[in-house]
């Protein structure tokens, strides 16, 4: 199952949570930016932000959502937070065993900790608390190559038709929302060809 | 709980459609139209619709929540269909004992039928299976009175920052999607103060 997300999504905050638990192996993260697809529908930022009505609606729901799934829960201050950054490092890293780590500290960061992630220094700090080379990562992760692959990627979201976050995709299937995450696990595990990332 | 749905919305299909085995009592019916409150969003269409790639998505998810509920599924040929008059139609009997059936039945002849449910024909068909005088109803649905009171409850929706379909609202709580029903009935069953439309 690949798992597409942006680290600035609400909703991908809840997957990203779930996914250890639920999904421990066979999980292809794919992180990438919502902004160029909203802006190819012709929005200029959320939908959450421009449907005043729906945005209210989101900061009410999440806290039953986190409540419901036991995660913590502070709404960010500022909405959304610039993911560049963490998509950036999340493209470098993805393949290391510490991605998951990586994604759940910086999800809450912003979700819980009402957190910067889209500074060098929040980053730097999640980074260095896993054990790994902080200067060394933010260096590889704003080079032209790295800054391409995640252009690229996005690229990708688009030619796969992805139009939100999280959005799984099993094999040919798309799984949008949270509210999926289930239903995409159940397609995952009945059709076992599809659950890794064949379709790159 | 009030349920607000709009006849026209595959996702209130579901919701309807669940609704009885759910919550066999307890539920305000609230019929209302999503075409004026999308209007106001600068939107001449349904969502699913504008958007393509979601729109086309929506079709993707459909049958598989339908399996997944043990519901029957056609894709309808028209998308949205004209809600106008079975909307007019529910909020003249939502007090009726067979509110239910009729909501039902005219869910399943728009999404498991392909019939056109925005004619008179369809809906006179349906009023009569369920024993009820096909032509006064009709009658009385288009009188200016009971269009005043379609447009009066399409104007409640947006006084409660309704912008979706369904909608489901606990007291002050609001629900969206149908993949919101299950929590909006854990509150109502959890806040039986609530649980009728005090908020009218």
Redesign the interface.
């Known amino acids: 199952m690949e798992f597409w997300f942006d680290f600035a999504s609400n909703y991908s905050y809840l997957s990203v949570m779930r996914i250890r638990e639920l999904a421990p192996e066979g999980v292809v993260w794919r992180p990438f930016l919502l902004g160029p697809i909203f802006k190819d ?1 012709g929005w200029n930022n959320s939908p959450f932000v421009l ?1 005043k ?2 945005g ?2 989101v900061w ?2 999440m806290p ?1 959502q986190c409540a ?1 799934y036991g995660l913590p829960w502070r709404q960010p201050s500022t909405f959304p937070r610039n993911s560049l950054l963490a998509a950036r490092i999340g493209i470098l890293c993805e393949a290391q065993p510490w991605m998951t780590d990586f994604c759940e500290r910086t999800m809450l960061a912003n979700f819980a900790e009402d957190r910067d992630i889209g500074g060098e220094q929040c980053m730097a700090e999640i980074l260095t608390a896993l054990g790994q080379d902080a200067a060394a990562i933010l260096h590889a992760a704003q080079t032209d190559e790295n800054k391409a692959r995640l252009r690229e990627r996005t690229e990708q979201a688009k030619a796969r ?4 976050a999280p959005t799984f995709l099993v094999g040919d ?5 949270n ?2 995450l289930d ?1 995409a696990l159940a397609m995952t595990l009945s059709s076992p060809q599809s659950s890794s990332g064949t379709a790159r």
Request: hydrophobic share 35%.
């Open positions: 529908a449907q009505d729906k209210a609606y009410q729901d039953r419901k038709h992805i139009f939100g299937a798309m799984f949008w929302g509210d999926r239903d």
